[in-house]
T-cell receptor, first 113, second 114 residues
Framework: DSGVTQTPKHLITATGQRVTLRCSPRSGDLSVYWYQQSLDQGLQFLIQYYNGEERAKGNILERFSAQQFPDLHSELNLSSLELGDSALYFC????????????FGPGTRLTVL | AQSVTQLGSHVSVSEGALVLLRCNYSSSVPPYLFWYVQYPNQGLQLLLKYTTGATLVKGINGFEAEFKKSETSFHLTKPSAHMSDAAEYFCAVSVNSGYSTLTFGKGTMLLVSP
């Protein structure tokens, strides 16, 4: 158990819908990272937050957004969902903002029908 | 920008045989290198990492990796495979900058036969 929690574990929804994925980092960790894992693209970095502020952006679509709240949990919002958004979404956390070891949560499996 | 290439999407070994999973990286600055393992329906677990110092790094479950700057490689090895090692393995690179993120390879699925 990494100490990172993600909810829900599974999510099934329809095209065009909007969903919110939630991540709670390890106790004391200030950074949260979001990744998407799909068969086509592999593991891709989406976005990073550090202590409530966006710090780095990767291959995140404009339909996707994220935020980190004062209690340091983070939410990833996916809107206007398409079939191709079906994937595993992981969050990871680190103590600081640099090249620390990232501890991964169990992931949320999103299925868009 | 950095990148990672993992040679072989699938590697098959017999139980007790040597495990060798290959990883080559590209980075314009000194890299930090990681190996993660993913068991079915689970998140990624850190096996080992190289940041600075000793180039031979030992990790959990008997795995080790050697950083070879001249070859831009960070191959993962284990002397004797167990059935429980069957999983997907990811090599990743990062750099020690202010806003550092991980870039992952495509992954290698390790299959262990009795």
């Amino acid at each position: 158990d990494s100490g990172v929690t993600q909810t829900p574990k599974h999510l099934i929804t329809a095209t065009g819908q909007r969903v919110t994925l939630r991540c709670s980092p390890r106790s004391g960790d200030l950074s949260v990272y979001w990744y998407q894992q799909s068969l086509d693209q592999g593991l891709q970095f989406l976005i990073q937050y550090y202590n409530g502020e966006e710090r780095a952006k990767g291959n995140i679509l404009e339909r996707f957004s994220a935020q980190q709240f004062p209690d340091l949990h983070s939410e990833l919002n996916l809107s206007s969902l398409e079939l191709g958004d079906s994937a595993l979404y992981f969050c990871a956390s680190t103590r600081g903002n640099g090249a620390d070891t990232q501890y991964f949560g169990p992931g949320t499996r999103l299925t868009v029908l | 920008a950095q990148s990672v290439t993992q040679l072989g999407s699938h590697v098959s070994v017999s139980e007790g045989a040597l495990v060798l999973l290959r990883c080559n990286y590209s980075s314009s600055v000194p890299p930090y290198l990681f190996w993660y393992v993913q068991y079915p329906n689970q998140g990624l677990q850190l096996l080992l990492k190289y940041t600075t110092g000793a180039t031979l790094v030992k990790g959990i479950n008997g795995f080790e990796a050697e950083f070879k700057k001249s070859e831009t490689s960070f191959h993962l090895t284990k002397p004797s495979a167990h059935m429980s090692d069957a999983a997907e393995y990811f090599c990743a690179v990062s750099v020690n900058s202010g806003y550092s993120t991980l870039t992952f390879g495509k992954g290698t699925m390790l299959l262990v036969s009795p």
